[in-house]
């Protein structure tokens, strides 16, 4: 008969899955809480004690540990001397193992949880006789994920519980043990974390934290979703940075550091669906930050699209019940409260660069209209609110905008013009209340005169070139209303 040893701690859907193990034919060998529960539900299952003739010792952190279980999951069936060793020893074949792990994550969860609970809570013999039946999947179903009971029997049932199957399953082991491992890590070593790799699978990479302060990206709460990645890290701060730079309810959409969609409103709702209208398309699998409480009715417009992460300041629980049916999206909770004292440090060859943060900004009231035609009131909240995402945009920088909402963005050209003609293509409108923001001043009136043949009527930019009259002027002949700030926002 084949044998299989069952033990979880989640244990959902285990006596059904025993009871129609043993209709297959499987005897069953068991361990603690999983052991008596299918025990008291009727079935029959042996104590793992009776498969190495050995009581459990110390509290139960000794039970599986041993040669007859392991002997009987790692042999390898295709090697003659492996099976003559298990008979000279009466150990018998081990043909499927079903473990998932103490709860450590949802034990550290808890705020007043201490170091002894935690270590409580550090699974071994679960995690030893999963890789050592996922290393031997070519003759062992190793099964971590509840999910996966109703297809195991259906495939037992159809004998199609073949060796690529078998893979797959092996394949979600190693993940569930990788991430067991990293939540583990991270408790006892909160400043570092071993990061799945870098920018590419090449590369290897880490996240050291130096500050866990709850409105930083560090000190984040994690309330649903894999473990974040490199990438996933770097635009998540580029759109938490951006998103706190508003007072109004506003939404911010970020693609590879840049931001592809912004928008205000409101409320967070009309914030998002304007962030979302302005480029529907870069949206997919970005990274949404949101300075209101996600509700209900948000989570079902969010839960439409692939994101990889949504930062917001709090979930209501209903929004929860929407956004964690996606298994792997990452939700994270993060104060909105902004830290104007941060530095910035960036990597060089032999060093690094230490700035303070580009927190800096210029009010209406200073800035300057330089040109013959004054903004209209529309124009200028389109102003503010183009200045105010440009300096998170990629210099070489150009932003279309209008009151509500980005309407084309230009990133990372070698010049403006490139960035502008980017911006003009990708506006989703045209129209009299949709202006131009520029991150650096014009060098000629090139940029200028894109503008105005595309429609735009109003610019902001900082000013400053030797030639801005130049580009005054060229403003002045297409009736075109510009602004200065007399402040630059490159961003490298």
Same mark, same amino acid.
């Given at each position: 008969?084949?044998?299989?040893?069952?033990?979880?701690?989640?244990?959902?859907?285990?006596?059904?899955?025993?009871?129609?193990?043993?209709?297959?034919?499987?005897?069953?060998?068991?361990?603690?809480?999983?052991?008596?529960?299918?025990?008291?539900?009727?079935?029959?299952?042996?104590?793992?004690?009776?498969?190495?003739?050995?009581?459990?010792?110390?509290?139960?952190?000794?039970?599986?540990?041993?040669?007859?279980?392991? !002997?009987?999951?790692?042999?390898?069936?295709?090697?003659?001397?492996?099976?003559?060793?298990?008979?000279?020893?009466?150990?018998?074949?081990?043909?499927?193992?079903?473990?998932?792990?103490?709860?450590?994550?949802?034990?550290?969860?808890?705020?007043?949880?201490?170091?002894?609970?935690?270590?409580?809570?550090?699974?071994?013999?679960?995690?030893?006789?999963?890789?050592?039946?996922?290393?031997?999947?070519?003759?062992?179903?190793?099964?971590?994920?509840?999910?996966?009971?109703?297809?195991?029997?259906?495939?037992?049932?159809?004998?199609?519980?073949?060796?690529?199957?078998?893979?797959?399953?092996?394949?979600?082991?190693?993940?569930?043990?990788?991430?067991?491992?990293?939540?583990?890590?991270?408790?006892?070593?909160?400043?570092?974390?071993?990061?799945?790799?870098?920018?590419?699978?090449?590369?290897?990479?880490?996240?050291?934290?130096?500050?866990?302060?709850?409105?930083?990206?560090?000190?984040?709460?994690?309330?649903?979703?894999?473990?974040?990645?490199?990438?996933?890290?770097?635009?998540?701060?580029?759109?938490?940075?951006?998103?706190?730079?508003?007072?109004?309810?506003?939404?911010?959409?970020?693609?590879?550091?840049?931001?592809?969609?912004?928008?205000?409103?409101?409320?967070?709702?009309?914030?998002?669906?304007?962030?979302?209208?302005?480029?529907?398309?870069?949206?997919?699998?970005?990274?949404?930050?949101?300075?209101?409480?996600?509700?209900?009715?948000?989570?079902?417009?969010?839960?439409?699209?692939?994101?990889?992460?949504?930062?917001?300041?709090?979930?209501?629980?209903?929004?929860?019940?929407?956004?964690?049916?996606?298994?792997?999206?990452?939700?994270?909770?993060?104060?909105?409260?902004?830290?104007?004292?941060?530095?910035?440090?960036?990597?060089?060859?032999?060093?690094?660069?230490?700035?303070?943060?580009?927190?800096?900004?210029?009010?209406?009231?200073?800035?300057?209209?330089?040109?013959?035609?004054?903004?209209?009131?529309?124009?200028?909240?389109?102003?503010?609110?183009?200045?105010?995402?440009?300096?998170?945009?990629?210099?070489?920088?150009?932003?279309?905008?209008?009151?509500?909402?980005?309407?084309?963005? !230009?990133?990372?050209?070698?010049?403006?013009?490139?960035?502008?003609?980017?911006?003009?293509?990708?506006?989703?409108?045209?129209?009299?209340?949709?202006?131009?923001?520029?991150?650096?001043?014009?060098?000629?009136?090139?940029?200028?005169?894109?503008?105005?043949?595309?429609?735009?009527?109003?610019?902001?930019?900082?000013?400053?070139?030797?030639?801005?009259?130049?580009?005054?002027?060229?403003?002045?002949?297409?009736?075109?209303?510009?602004?200065?700030?007399?402040?630059?926002?490159?961003?490298?």
């Amino acid at each position: 008969m084949k044998k299989a040893i069952l033990s979880v701690s989640d244990k959902t859907g285990i006596v059904e899955f025993a009871q129609s193990l043993v209709k297959e034919g499987y005897t069953l060998y068991s361990t603690g809480g999983t052991f008596r529960q299918i025990k008291d539900a009727g079935v029959t299952v042996h104590s793992v004690s009776e498969l190495t003739q050995f009581e459990e010792i110390m509290d139960g952190r000794v039970k599986t540990l041993h040669p007859a279980v392991h !002997g009987g999951i790692l042999a390898d069936r295709h090697k003659p001397e492996h099976l003559e060793q298990l008979k000279a020893q009466n150990i018998d074949l081990i043909d499927m193992v079903v473990v998932n792990l103490y709860p450590f994550k949802e034990t550290v969860a808890n705020p007043d949880v201490t170091e002894i609970d935690a270590i409580e809570n550090i699974d071994i013999g679960g995690p030893t006789m999963l890789r050592a039946a996922a290393k031997n999947f070519k003759h062992v179903t190793t099964i971590v994920h509840p999910s996966d009971y109703e297809e195991v029997i259906a495939r037992i049932q159809n004998d199609t519980l073949d060796e690529a199957y078998r893979k797959s399953l092996m394949i979600k082991v190693f993940q569930h043990t990788y991430e067991y491992d990293q939540a583990i890590v991270q408790f006892f070593n909160p400043n570092s974390e071993t990061l799945r790799y870098g920018e590419n699978p090449q590369q290897s990479a880490e996240f050291i934290r130096t500050s866990n302060a709850k409105h930083t990206l560090a000190g984040a709460k994690q309330l649903h979703g894999k473990q974040l990645s490199y990438n996933n890290i770097k635009d998540a701060d580029a759109a938490l940075n951006l998103v706190k730079k508003f007072e109004s309810a506003a939404a911010v959409a970020v693609k590879h550091m840049n931001p592809c969609g912004v928008g205000v409103g409101n409320s967070i709702e009309e914030a998002y669906r304007h962030a979302y209208e302005a480029d529907s398309q870069s949206i997919f699998g970005g990274i949404v930050a949101l300075n209101r409480p996600v509700t209900g009715v948000l989570a079902e417009a969010l839960h439409e699209i692939f994101l990889e992460v949504i930062i917001a300041p709090s979930f209501e629980r209903e929004a929860l019940e929407v956004l964690q049916k996606k298994k792997n999206i990452r939700l994270l909770e993060v104060d909105m409260t902004e830290d104007l004292d941060e530095q910035e440090f960036v990597s060089v060859s032999g060093g690094y660069l230490v700035q303070d943060k580009d927190h800096f900004d210029v009010k209406k009231e200073d800035m300057k209209v330089v040109t013959d035609v004054k903004p209209t009131d529309k124009q200028w909240e389109a102003l503010l609110l183009g200045w105010k995402v440009v300096k998170a945009v990629k210099s070489n920088a150009i932003v279309l905008a209008n009151d509500h909402q980005t309407v084309g963005v !230009g990133a990372g050209q070698m010049n403006r013009v490139g960035s502008a003609e980017i911006a003009i293509e990708r506006a989703i409108e045209m129209n009299d209340n949709v202006v131009l923001a520029s991150d650096g001043f014009f060098p000629m009136d090139d940029t200028v005169e894109t503008a105005a043949k595309a429609g735009v009527k109003a610019i902001i930019q900082p000013g400053g070139s030797i030639k801005d009259q130049d580009s005054i002027d060229m403003a002045n002949r297409y009736g075109i209303a510009m602004v200065t700030t007399g402040m630059r926002h490159f961003k490298h």
